[in-house]
């Protein structure tokens, strides 16, 4: 018995090829928040600091919560006062201060800056956590900020 070709179907080649470049695919879409493990310091009694970790654990990150307050963890980590809020969390060496966007530490990640982290000073009302219904739509500008190591900052993003 002879092999028969027949045109246009994979060869084995082409079709592990082709196999490979899918589990390359896969292993490159693996980078996104839902492989990012994450810390939070917050204090037990506070909601919004819940509704926040909510919101990144709906955007797929991984976050341990410790119920110990943050106050001194934030000092710890050489976050500056001025820049405090109700919860401070640890992600791949950065710091993030306060309700930061999924989006913004996803960029954070990415763009990997040489900086100590993120921090939304203060509890903005419209920033993550602080936006449920609670607050009737109300939505106040905020930036997000790119905390150097020195203790200065910059604008990383603006919410109006």
Request: net charge positive; charged share 15%.
């Amino acid at each position: 018995m002879t092999d028969l070709y027949i045109p246009n179907l994979p060869t084995r080649r082409s079709l592990l090829l082709g196999l490979a470049a899918m589990g390359a695919m896969s292993v490159a879409g693996a980078a996104t928040s839902a492989s990012v493990a994450m810390q939070v310091w917050k204090d037990p009694s506070c909601g919004c600091c819940k509704d926040w970790v909510a919101t990144l654990e709906k955007s797929g990150f991984r976050v341990a919560v410790i119920e110990q307050g943050n106050t001194a963890t934030r000092s710890r980590l050489g976050m500056p006062a001025q820049f405090g809020s109700c919860h401070t969390a640890v992600v791949q060496g950065y710091v993030i201060e306060g309700h930061v966007p999924a989006t913004d530490i996803l960029r954070l990640l990415k763009e990997r800056p040489n900086a100590l982290g993120l921090a939304v000073p203060g509890m903005p009302i419209g920033s993550p956590g602080m936006d449920g219904p609670g607050y009737g739509g109300r939505r106040d500008p905020f930036r997000v900020l790119l905390v150097q190591k020195d203790g200065s900052a910059q604008t990383f993003s603006s919410y109006s």
